[in-house]
């Protein structure tokens, strides 16, 4: 990985107004991915703890006109064509997946958790996952009846509005493509290019460094591993969930989707106890099974930074298109694999 994984490490000088305006040295590390593309700039020392941030009385004045609680999920909520999903509904166990009223492509649903309107982090369990997940992948197949052309697709998780969630009962956002997200086939044709240079996987390489280095590597649950990106996606860090060998969503069976969820609520801890209670999730998955490529997810943390509320995001992942981390990978490998 040494060619792939890039770290530069630079400093600063500044005179601290802290320290009688004495001289002090400031490190910054600049992380390129060159298998991702994505650049970080890990600034730890810009790390200020959040603070809870579920507005209680907002989560229960937004109950009153909820489309998704179930006085009103019949008749304010839209319904698939009979052809697509009979009953214009999909319903397993207390998830229901409806399209999304503002789809973002032609197959784009929701995967309504439960009735409860809201459900904290920590509550968050096997079983309350378990519905939304075996919802989705129902609709992911009905879908593909319907049209065999409807090969990719993903799973995707805005938990609260910190998050981009526009409404605060819990739901997954899923959705079905003919051809793949430009991550997605990032991903793809990466994966392919260096299964043919080298005649193995980039994620087993990748897996393989990062259990021997020991640094990143988080823990595993059956075929799903869990481990920190390199150069993550999010100013808290990313969990990079791998499936191993497990190329096409119809690879994976309900042991590996069950290992998924068990580790996915280890993460969920992990962010609670540290108030990183907010998130966004993508789960990449595709019936075609391209050369190298694996079923795989990421997992960041999202905040408002104190005292101000501050966005997470700013001009440098905006406009310049690189990640600003104040969670060093290492970190929060470290914190993960540290909660049961």
Sequence with gaps: MKDIFITQRSETRIRDFNDGFNEKTVPIEVRTDRFTGRVSRILPFRLKVPEPSHPLDLIAEAKK????????????????????????????????VIP??????????????????????????????????EASLKWFDALY?????????????NYMPTAGGSLFH??????????????????????????????????????????????????????????????????????????????????VENSAWASFLKGLVRTLSCFHRLNLDNLNMTLLLSR????GMWVQARIMPR??????????VNYFEKGHDEKVVVFPPEHLAMEIRATR
């Design 170 to 251: 819990p739901h997954f956002q899923v959705v079905a493509y003919p051809e793949p997200t430009t991550f997605q086939q990032h991903l793809i044709s990466e994966s392919a290019a260096f299964q043919k240079r080298n005649h193995t996987s980039f994620w087993a390489s990748l897996l393989d460094f990062e259990k021997k280095a020991k640094e990143r590597y988080m823990f595993s649950e059956g075929k799903v591993e869990f481990l920190a990106s390199f150069s993550p996606g999010g100013i808290f860090g990313e969990v990079l969930v791998l499936f191993r060998e497990l190329k096409s969503i119809d690879d």
């Design 100 to 133: 999304n009223a503002f789809p973002y492509c032609s197959f784009c649903g929701v995967a309504i958790f439960a009735p409860d309107h809201y459900i904290p982090m920590d509550r968050l369990t096997t079983d309350v996952l378990a519905d939304p997940l």
């Design 145 to 157: 009846a319907y049209d065999p052309a409807i090969t990719d697709y993903s799973i995707n998780w």
């Design 303 to 312: 905040v408002i930074i104190p005292p101000w509320g501050t966005s997470d």
């Design 65 to 96: 006109s909820c489309p998704f609680c179930p006085e009103r999920i019949e008749t304010r909520t839209p319904m698939f064509p009979d052809e697509i999903i009979a009953g214009g509904r999909l319903r397993h166990g207390k998830s229901v």
């Design 288 to 291: 075609t099974g391209e050369p």
